[in-house]
Structures are given as C-alpha cells and as structure tokens.
C-alpha cells in the first residue's frame, strides 16, 4: 500500500513564506511525477507545480516567481517552497504522485495525500 504524507501548512500573513513537504511510503516500486495542486474554497483543484525524476517542472502561471518546486528522489519526497504569499494562495494543498506500486504488480497509478491547509491573511 502506497501513501503520501504532507506537512507544513499553516496560517501566515501576506509576503510570508511557508515550505510544504510530502513523503511517500508503501510498497512503492518506483515514482515517477510528483506535484502539488491546491483547491481554493468552492474551486476546482489546480496543478499548483510538478516535477519530473529528471527534474523538469512546470509551473501555474500565478505562482511562477514566488513558488519552487523540488525533490529529493533518495527520500521519497517533494517540497514546495512558497515565498510571496498572497491571500489568493489560500486554499488546501495537495500533495500528487504517479508511483508504480510492487502490490499492484508494478502498475503505475495515481496517488494523492490528504492534503493541509493553507491560509494567507491580508
């Protein structure tokens, strides 16, 4: 079984910073894409960034700038530094993996963490 824990969200004021993080555990053969989306309060969930195992990444366009995704591939984890904050980033981040799983015969699939809040105040 494959999970993903995320940590680091909180409540910070405007210009602040916050760094997430998420780790994933589990029967897990290999990992290949992992992100973060977040979804504002009565919005649909967005791709926040996303990195590749070769460290290509993308980004939304809100957040280019001020957000930076990385991974350390050694540990299973994904960062998302976020510096800037404004209060239009408020919203619950997730945290999103593409993981071959050894109990799911190596299939890739798609796995998401539970997500943690975060809130930027005016």
């Known amino acids: 079984q494959v999970q993903l824990v995320e940590s680091g969200g909180g409540l910070v004021q405007a210009g602040g910073s916050l760094r997430l993080s998420c780790t994933a555990s589990g029967s897990i053969f290999s990992i290949n894409a992992m992100g973060w989306f977040r979804q504002p309060p009565g919005k649909q969930r967005d791709l926040v960034a996303r990195m590749t195992t070769g ?5 939304a366009d809100s957040v280019k700038g001020r957000f930076t995704i990385s991974r350390d591939n050694a540990k ?5 530094q976020m510096n800037v904050l404004k209060p239009e980033d408020t919203a619950v981040y997730y945290c ?12 890739l699939s798609d796995y998401w963490g539970q997500g943690t809040q975060v809130t930027v105040s005016s």
């Open 96 to 107: 999103n993996a593409d993981i071959s799983d050894l109990l799911r015969g190596g299939v």
């Open 76 to 80: 299973n984890t994904v960062y998302l």
């Open 55 to 59: 460290g290509s990444t993308n980004y």
